[in-house]
C-alpha cells in the first residue's frame, strides 16, 4: 500500500483501439475491454481509499471518429452506466459528469440524469466522467458563466468555482495509459500541479496491480507547489 496516497486520481484511458488492433478484433471489442477495466479501476480505488476518481471517457474531439464507432460507444455507455447505476447503489459510489450535454442524445442524457440523481447521496468514491469534455472549452465555459454574471475582473478564484464541477478537488495525480505523454485537452486548468504517470500499458489492460504502481511511483515524489 503506498503512503501518501492523492485524494483526486484523473485517469487518460487510452489504448482500446490498439489493444483490439493487437487481436485482430474490430475497434468496438476494445471498448468493450475498456469498459471492463473501468470498473476493475473503480473498485480497486475504492479499495485503496481514493476518494474522486476522473476518467476521461469520450472528448469534444472524439466527434470526429466514424460514426459507426460513435454509435457503439454511445450504446456500450448507456449500457455501463445502467449497470453503474445499480452497482453504485450496492458499493456507495456517487457518479459526476464534466463535459457539454450538446450532442449528446436523449438516451444518454437520461440515464446520466439517472446516475447522478440516484447517487447524490452517496458517500464512498466519487466517480466524475468527463463525458464530450474538452479542457480549453471548460474554460470557456467558466469565462462565459462569469461575464454572464456582470463580471468585470476576473480572478482565477473565480474560473475555479465555474468549471464543470467546482467542487471536485484539483487531481494530485493524472495517468495515462498507452504510452502516449500529452494531456489530450484533459483538465488543463485543474492540472497546473498535478503529477503526472505513464505507462505503456492499454487501457483495457490496466488493473489494480497497475494503479498499484502509479500510486507507488507518487509516493516517493515531493510536490513543492514552485517552492524549495
Known amino acids: 500500500m503506498a ?16 489493444w483490439a488492433k493487437n487481436r485482430r478484433l474490430p475497434r468496438l ?9 473501468v470498473k476493475r479501476t473503480i473498485e480497486a480505488a475504492q479499495q485503496v481509499g481514493i476518494k474522486f476518481l476522473t476518467l476521461y471517457a469520450f472528448s469534444t474531439e472524439n466527434w470526429s471518429r466514424p460514426q459507426d464507432e460513435i454509435d457503439g460507444l454511445m ?5 455501463t452506466l445502467d449497470t453503474y447505476t445499480d ?10 459528469i464534466s463535459g457539454s450535454r450538446e450532442k449528446l442524445s436523449t ?7 439517472r446516475a447522478v440523481q440516484n447517487t447524490m447521496q452517496n458517500t464512498g468514491l466519487t466517480v466524475n466522467l468527463a463525458l464530450n469534455y474538452g479542457a480549453r472549452q471548460e474554460i470557456v465555459h467558466a469565462v462565459n458563466a462569469l ?5 468585470k475582473e476576473i480572478s482565477m478564484e473565480d474560473v475555479s468555482a465555474n468549471l464543470y464541477q467546482p467542487q471536485v478537488p484539483e487531481p494530485e495525480l493524472i495517468i495515462r495509459t498507452s504510452g502516449e505523454e500529452r494531456l489530450s485537452n484533459f483538465l488543463l486548468w485543474q492540472a497546473a500541479y ?3 504517470y505513464f505507462t505503456p500499458v492499454l487501457w ?9 504502481k502509479a500510486l507507488n511511483s507518487y509516493a516517493q515524489r515531493t510536490r513543492r507547489f514552485g517552492g524549495i
Do not use: T, W
Open 3 to 18: 503512503n501518501n496516497l492523492p485524494l483526486h486520481i484523473a485517469i487518460i484511458m487510452d489504448g482500446n483501439g490498439r
Open 75 to 79: 450504446d456500450l455507455l448507456c449500457k
Open 194 to 196: 498535478s503529477e503526472f
Open 87 to 96: 452497482e453504485a447503489q450496492k458499493k456507495n459510489y456517487r457518479l459526476l
Open 29 to 37: 471489442a476494445g471498448h468493450r475491454a475498456g469498459a471492463e477495466a
Open 107 to 113: 438516451a444518454v442524457l437520461q440515464r446520466i440524469d
Open 147 to 151: 461575464i454572464a454574471a456582470g463580471k
Open 204 to 212: 483495457p489492460d490496466f488493473n489494480a496491480q497497475e494503479l498499484q
